[in-house]
């Protein structure tokens, strides 16, 4: 049976078998305002992920959870916190090919005020904006875009860690992880990064200011 599982898992989000534990795919929904974009990222035999929309507005952005395949076209997952989000979707794939029909359960989500909300940076090219938010009382999950019209440019923050002042968290590209590392000083996050697998070679950093809600 967990084997069928990983099977429709993989056939629906487009990962080789081998490959499919910790891989990413984008998705959406609807056109114009009601677009919605969906980051989706396996595990095990299950996902996990993000949706937003629009993607730089905290209050339009909901964690993914018990995420599970029924076949190669049809899955089911649970938003947090996401209310009124209609029961039944089609998703369309942005970085590949396909589409996914979905059915959708909406559970609730407590209130953490200390970080939840949208932490802005300059970067090279345009405004980047980090909605950040806890769960579980120190674990940080969240979206990253800039510019955040296109689906294809909204990538997850995950497994990120509050610690007092401390703060660290992974921004997961579709093909890379880089990993930050900061402390938190009023409304100002300032951040040393470095490339998963690739701690040996030059990072960068990066100012966050925020939050704003």
Known sequence: MRALIAI??????GLPVFAADGAISTWMSGAGPSARTYVFKT?????????CGPCDDPSAVFRIADGA????????????GGKGTPSKLTLTRVDGEGS?????????????????????????AAQQNVTL????????????????????????????MLDGDAISFFIHHTDRRNFMKGVITGNVM?????????????????????PIR
């Open 8 to 13: 429709a898992i993989v056939a629906t989000l």
């Open 43 to 51: 595990h095990d035999h299950t996902f996990v992920g993000a949706v």
């Open 69 to 80: 395949a029924t076949d190669d076209t049809h899955a089911s997952f649970s938003i947090v």
């Open 100 to 124: 996914l029909e979905v059915t959708v359960k909406s559970v609730a989500a407590p209130n953490t005020p200390r970080l939840d909300g949208r932490w802005v940076a300059q970067g090279r």
């Open 133 to 160: 938010k806890l769960r579980d009382g120190d674990k940080i999950w969240g979206v990253i875009c800039g510019p955040c019209d296109k689906s294809a440019g909204v990538f997850l923050v995950e497994d990120g």
């Open 190 to 210: 300032k951040f040393k990064w470095v490339r998963e697998g690739r701690e040996n070679e030059p990072g960068g950093e990066m100012t966050l200011i925020g």
